[in-house]
């Protein structure tokens, strides 16, 4: 079992800058993919970005690239969202998962088995 807890939500401006972070603990952190995904209010969850064990590979929703980065301290086993310039559409419930996705499912949800509680960002213009 994986515990996965969120934090660092909170409210900013257009083209701020806001920080999450996901603490994971229960079975070896070093061993699980780590993806942020979201929900905004009346949508479908969506994939937000996505790093492998060793932190090499990551990868992002066209919508996020280049302003958001993810990474990840497998000694403190934590993962990071780094989300600058942000955007009102940015607004959502932003949910930490973990798990051991194929490379095609990277982007799917039901490939993580475990999820966290979630942390509402919110964006006003």
């Known amino acids: 079992q994986v515990q996965v807890v969120e934090s660092g939500g909170g409210l900013v401006q257009t083209g701020g800058s806001l920080s999450l972070s996901c603490a994971a603990s229960g079975r070896t952190f070093r061993n699980f993919a780590m993806a942020w995904f979201r929900q905004a209010p009346g949508k479908e969850r969506e994939f937000v970005a996505f790093i492998r064990m060793r932190g090499v590979t990551t990868n992002y929703a066209d919508s996020v690239k280049g302003r958001f980065t993810i990474s990840r301290d497998n000694a403190k086993n934590t993962v990071n969202l780094q989300m600058n310039s942000l955007k009102v559409e940015d607004t959502a419930v932003y949910y930490c998962?973990?798990?051991?996705?194929?490379?095609?499912?990277?982007?799917?949800?039901?490939?993580?088995?475990?999820w966290g509680q979630g942390t509402q960002v919110t964006v006003s213009s």
């Open positions: 998962a973990a798990g051991h996705p194929d490379a095609t499912l990277e982007f799917v949800g039901s490939a993580y088995p475990y």
